[in-house]
């Protein structure tokens, strides 16, 4: 057999090993680095930065990232070269695990304009009839006030109007 006849059929092999690998390739990578920091991480592990770049700019302890890399190495995800340099095996975009500068970016704007959407669609939500607690400015959480913890109305000295007494000024009372 001729060099180029048998480079044609490792391509052909290896393509068919890609696609069949591609869903256990996927979870697996998604197991391994599970938050946006280890992705990060892992795809900077191409061979062309240091670990301490790459430590610096993921703002990792050098412990987590040498635990990283030795944990991606075992997996098969990364090799160890010659110089005990670690190069990454898969491109996490490939896989839809990582999106570019410009997407992240990108998205991270359509979430923060959600966030705020959802904050001033709670701020502006109209007081509903038998709706009788107060809002704290912190975090919207009920600030004890019910309908059940009000009892008889007391009389106001200034205005001559009345209004109710709580039941535990009752009990001090």
Not at 42 to 70: F, H, T, W
Not at 92 to 98: K, R, S, T
Not at 136 to 141: E, K, L, N, Y
Request: with cysteine; proline share 5%.
């Amino acid at each position: 057999m001729s060099d180029e006849k048998i480079l044609t059929v490792l391509a052909e092999i290896r393509n068919w090993v890609r696609a069949a690998a591609y869903a256990s390739v996927k979870e697996l990578l998604a197991k391994t680095l599970p938050d946006r920091k280890s992705r990060a991480a892992y795809q900077m592990l191409d061979g062309n930065a240091s670990m301490e770049q790459v430590r610096i700019a993921c703002k990792m302890s050098p412990n987590d990232l040498l635990a990283l890399a030795e944990h991606c190495v075992a997996a098969g995800l990364m090799e160890m070269t010659e110089g005990k340099k670690r190069v990454r095996t898969f491109d996490l975009a490939d896989f839809g695990l990582i999106m570019g500068d410009r997407h992240s970016k990108g998205r991270e704007k359509s979430e923060r304009k959600i966030k705020k959407e959802s904050r001033l669609h709670r701020r502006n939500k109209p007081m509903m009839p038998g709706d009788f607690a107060m809002e704290r400015h912190s975090g919207g959480q009920k600030a004890g006030l019910s309908p059940s913890s009000f009892s008889s109305p007391v009389q106001s000295p200034t205005f001559g109007a009345s209004y109710p007494r709580r039941r535990q000024d009752q009990a001090n009372v």
